[in-house]
């Protein structure tokens, strides 16, 4: 019997947990996935998979993102095929909301001229306030919104979770270095034949000591769950108006509302119910019932963003055989899952949906002098 290839996945968030659910799927590989998960993005978010509306000028951050959100349902079929679980991702339809209605024009032609390419953005339409409550009920603040049917909501830990359970591996839960060797890298006392960093905010940490400089800085979010004991959610879209907060229903009364992006506060994972209460009152002029929620709990995470907020992902020249992904901000949830199986293919030697080479590691992860 051949001896089996080590694999380790350090982090289990999105792009960790995907790779390692895909990777596992090979039985020639041992897989284990260390996993400290203090603070992790994924963990804390309330994912919207709607990237079709941006009118950001990166081109290769779109197609990520585009390719990201084609991704779902072939994700969800896979899972499907085994048995797993699929509810963490839903497709309930999204409503984009502008101070100046006459903008949503314009988002509409964009959407439509991007449809041919992205038949998964469904049907899009500009609805009146009468038509948008059918299945929002109580939603208002507007006369006329942006709906596409094929927009999405994810459950971040829900959806590490049933990658990781569907998945044949070790699971260590743990804080680790990495170790270079001649052949293979040492972590926690195993050796391993690759690596692949999924770390976000904490990448350098774990490259500074083996010699790099790391352009990966943290961001800080948070947002707060509402839970209504009388409201049947589960088919409700998301609702995104302008500005910075989201209004994100789960099945079961449960609404998220957020999520902060805060450059300047590091590592700190303290709540700020300020900032929270800020996004309520903000929130409640499209629906006045947050304030009548019967439970609400508030999570924080910190994501991993870059100085041109572009993401990164590939083998690291220096280092063969080290796979290193970061840099996805607050599209983690709609580019995570991708990358994280374009990771695996790349382990395996499989050509990859998507060029590397358009998302260099090289020029975020550099040699120190």
Request: hydrophobic share 35%; charged share 20%; proline share 5%.
């Amino acid at each position: 019997m051949s001896k089996k290839e080590k694999i380790a996945i350090v982090g289990a968030g999105a792009v960790g947990s995907t790779a390692a659910y895909y990777l596992s799927q090979d039985s020639n590989l041992e897989i284990t996935v260390f996993d400290y998960g203090h603070g992790q993005a994924t963990k804390a978010a309330a994912g919207i998979i709607s990237p079709w509306f941006s009118k950001r000028r990166n081109k290769a951050w779109y197609k990520l993102a585009r390719l990201g959100a084609d991704f779902y349902p072939d994700l969800a079929a896979d899972l499907e095929k085994t048995g797993a679980d699929t509810s963490s991702y839903q497709q309930t339809g999204v409503y984009l909301l502008k101070k100046n209605e006459e903008k949503l024009q314009e988002l509409l032609d964009l959407a439509l001229s991007r449809l041919e390419e992205s038949p998964i953005i469904g049907q899009i339409k500009l609805l009146k306030a009468s038509e948008a409550q059918e299945k929002f009920p109580g939603l208002q603040g507007f006369e006329k919104l942006l709906y596409a049917s094929g927009g999405a909501r994810v459950e971040g830990a829900k959806l590490t979770q049933i990658l990781l359970s569907a998945s044949q591996l070790s699971y260590v839960n743990k804080e680790v270095q990495i170790q270079p060797l001649g052949e293979g890298y040492r972590i926690d006392g195993q050796i391993f034949d690759k690596v692949i960093l999924a770390t976000g905010a904490w990448l350098g940490q774990i490259l500074t000591p083996l010699g790099f400089k790391v352009d990966v800085r943290p961001q800080k979010g948070q947002l707060r769950d509402y839970y209504f004991e009388n409201l049947n959610t589960d088919a409700y879209p998301v609702v995104m108006p302008e500005g910075e907060i989201d209004i994100i229903p789960f099945d079961n009364g449960k609404i998220s509302l957020g999520a902060s992006h805060e450059n300047d506060k590091g590592f700190d994972l303290t709540l700020n119910q300020g900032i929270l209460d800020s996004f309520q009152n903000q929130a409640q002029t499209y629906f006045p019932h947050f304030e009548a929620a019967e439970q609400k709990s508030a999570r924080v995470g910190i994501r991993a963003y870059t100085s041109d907020f572009s993401p990164f992902f590939g083998e690291i020249a220096e280092l063969p055989g080290l796979y290193v992904a970061s840099g996805l901000g607050s599209t983690g949830l709609t580019i995570g899952p991708f990358i994280g199986n374009q990771l695996a293919k790349m382990v395996l030697g499989q050509p990859t949906q998507i060029d590397p080479a358009d998302y260099p590691t090289n020029k975020y992860i550099k040699k120190s002098n």
